[in-house]
């Protein structure tokens, strides 16, 4: 039973998105909430702790780079780019060509 636990610790952290990852998100408020989940950023950087590489506060771990932010939307971003915590990304791939086909598939389900 040993190697099983193993497994599964490796397993388990391999889900986690990585830097280059293209991901969707989603954010509580509702004003982002249908930009976020119809449109593909990528994570860019690691937000680190005691870090003051971003304006962002530490509970934000992944920075994201989204290259289609409309104006409107602008003072939400900083040089397009938002950080994000773990639970905040829905899907992640390496491949933006994998969400692509989810966000394909997610408009015709409606």
Do not use: W
């Not at 190697?3 to 599964?8: A, D, L, P, R």
């Not at 280059?20 to 593909?40: A, E, R």
């Not at 680190?48 to 590489?53: I, R």
Request: a positive charge; glycine letters at 2%.
């Amino acid at each position: 039973m040993k190697y099983i636990k193993k497994y599964e610790y490796v397993n388990r952290h391999s889900l986690k998105p990585k830097m280059g990852d293209f991901v969707i998100c989603k954010d509580p408020s509702d004003t982002l909430k249908d930009f976020l989940s119809n449109n593909i950023g990528q994570i860019v950087d690691y937000n680190l702790p005691n870090s003051d590489k971003y304006f962002y506060s530490s509970q934000y771990k992944y920075i994201v780079k989204y290259d289609n932010v409309p104006k409107n939307l602008k003072e939400y971003f900083a040089d397009n780019l938002r950080g994000f915590k773990e639970e905040e990304i829905m899907q992640h791939s390496k491949t933006k060509k994998d969400l692509e086909l989810l966000l394909a598939q997610n408009k015709r389900a409606i």
